[in-house]
């Protein structure tokens, strides 16, 4: 007898998750501990696994659904179950070959070929036009026998589930094609399964042949004049992810917000409304510190480690976190309480296929550059690859995004709470600079930092980012920062 597989417990404060994928299909045998589906919570996906063998009976939930821990997403037969039912099912099969037995116009036929071919080549024998109607109206052909009568009605049966699915006649729902969508026209097997094939509503397309018959040209030509509708709404070059539908002034797609892209949303809005930001621009040359970053990045290459400027500018900011502690602090306004951390731990903002991801380097102000580049890497790597736990993105006291990975130069960058300031890095490039009474071409890196103005004035985060800067012109200073 079938029993529930429910949604375990995903950790603390977790009490749903919706589906990414499903990694199983109805019928199938799995093992002790098979990932079942990849679910998706607030910042994390992880496998749900089979809790016993058997035989997966039901699929309760799809993609995209919202599902609460606790509650059922399949149902599985344990294996003993399966074999046991599988028994009584084999002495239909002769009644099924019985059938071609009785066909003395195909004596070449075997038993074993399918229903569904018969049907379609017993049509393709009637010339008449008018015996199209009966097919349209899903009634047996006349003048045929009772082993005819069989196999078309085993057709009608693969038939209706295609008909009943709504999901795969979604290309046809761009635009309303000739053929109202509610006629039904004369079709045969062949052009049937094409249609169920390319997921397109017969109903929809218009009917070029004899006596009204649609026409597996006419399917053809209904696809492609489908698709040109979807890309001709579509940006140019761009086709945008979605469903495709329509609204009152064309084309359009429409996707569901996954989890993670909600959690964002609703964090960026509540730091926005319930923080007074500020943000400062500045400049710092980083002439000299990319100087030391080419002549070390050989070194680094030898121990598997790519040396971008991102770990210097992570040192950086832990040193100057250190002497600026109100930039390393929280508040807490139920007890009008600032929070000072005596630990420093950087989150940095990783851009991903599902969205922007802030991994945490932990006691970042204890580690050396080698140190913080194998731990950034490790993070980077474990975040596009999915494999991160919501503990990964815990516990930041501050954090850095690096636009200059893709380009720009100066933005304002929303706090992430309960922080209280976030610094966004530019695309540095070459600038001419005034020094020693001449100018020079210099590297220079735009920095952007925003602050929260509760806690933090104008003055301290001007101060704070001056010492980052100093860090960074001179990086001789980060080998000996406390």
Same mark, same amino acid.
């Given at each position: ?6 949604? #375990? ?27 079942? &589906? ?21 699929? &309760? ?16 037969? *344990? ?60 009634? #047996? ?38 053929? $109202? ?32 018959? /649609? ?15 979807? +890309? ?10 979605? %469903? ?9 797609? %429409?996707?569901?917000?996954?989890? &993670? ?8 809005? *509540? ?14 040359? /980083? ?14 290459? $030898?121990?598997?480690?790519?040396? %971008? ?26 007890? =009008? ?55 990964? !993105?815990?516990?930041?006291?501050? %954090? /850095?995004?690096? !636009? ?10 929303? /706090? =992430? ?5 976030? &610094?966004?890095?530019?695309?540095? +490039? ?30 301290? *985060? ?11 012109? =001179? ?8």
């Amino acid at each position: 007898m079938p029993t529930e597989i429910k949604l #375990p417990s995903l950790g603390e404060n977790i009490d749903s998750g919706d589906v990414l994928s499903i990694l199983v299909s109805e019928g199938d045998e799995v093992t002790k501990d098979q990932d079942l &589906l990849e679910l998706e919570t607030d910042k994390a996906t992880m496998p749900i696994p089979s809790p016993s063998a058997g035989k997966i009976v039901k699929i &309760l939930v799809g993609e995209g659904d919202t599902v609460a821990v606790g509650a059922a997403i399949m149902q599985i037969e *344990a294996a003993d179950g399966a074999e046991k039912k599988e028994e009584p099912s084999a002495p239909p099969e002769p009644e099924e070959k019985k059938p071609p037995k009785e066909k003395p116009a195909k004596p070449e036929k075997k038993q074993d070929v399918d229903l569904e071919e018969q049907a379609e080549e017993e049509f393709d024998m009637q010339s008449d036009p008018g015996d199209d109607a009966p097919e349209e109206e899903e009634t #047996p052909p006349p003048k045929k026998g009772a082993s005819a009568k069989k196999p078309q009605a085993a057709k009608k049966e693969k038939e209706a589930p295609a008909k009943a699915a709504p999901k795969k006649s979604a290309l046809s729902t761009v635009v309303d094609k000739p053929g $109202d969508g509610q006629s039904s026209a004369a079709a045969g097997p062949a052009v049937r399964r094409l249609s169920r094939e390319l997921g397109v509503d017969l109903r929809r397309v218009r009917p070029s042949g004899s006596g009204g018959r /649609i026409t597996e040209d006419d399917v053809l030509a209904h696809v492609r004049s489908t698709n040109e509708q979807v +890309r001709a709404a579509a940006p140019s070059g761009v086709t945008p992810p979605g %469903t495709p539908h329509t609204d009152n002034y064309g084309g359009v797609r %429409t996707e569901k917000m996954s989890r &993670l892209r909600q959690t964002i949303a609703k964090n960026m809005l *509540a730091s926005y409304t319930s923080i007074p930001q500020l943000t400062n621009f500045d400049d710092v040359d /980083i002439t000299e510190l990319e100087e030391m970053r080419q002549q070390s990045k050989d070194d680094y290459a $030898d121990l598997g480690l790519k040396l %971008t400027t991102m770990p210097f500018l992570i040192k950086a900011i832990a040193a100057s976190l250190k002497l600026h502690p109100i930039v390393n602090a929280s508040v807490d306004t139920e007890q =009008n309480q600032i929070i000072y951390k005596e630990y420093v731990n950087i989150g940095v903002a990783v851009d991903t296929d599902r969205g922007l991801v802030v991994p945490v380097l932990r006691d970042v102000d204890r580690m050396n550059f080698s140190q913080i580049a194998r731990e950034l890497d490790r993070l980077v790597t474990l975040v596009r690859d999915g494999g991160y736990t919501v503990d990964d !993105l815990r516990g930041g006291t501050f %954090t /850095i995004s690096n !636009l200059g990975a893709i380009g720009g130069t100066y933005s304002t960058p929303i /706090i =992430n709470p309960p922080e209280v300031a976030i &610094l966004l890095a530019g695309r540095s +490039r070459m600038l001419p600079m005034y020094i020693d009474e001449s100018f020079e071409p210099r590297l220079v890196m735009p920095l952007s930092l925003t602050y929260d103005h509760r806690v933090v004035d104008g003055a301290a *985060a001007a101060r704070f980012l001056n010492e980052v800067k100093d860090f960074l012109a =001179n990086p001789g200073r980060l080998l000996l920062a406390p």
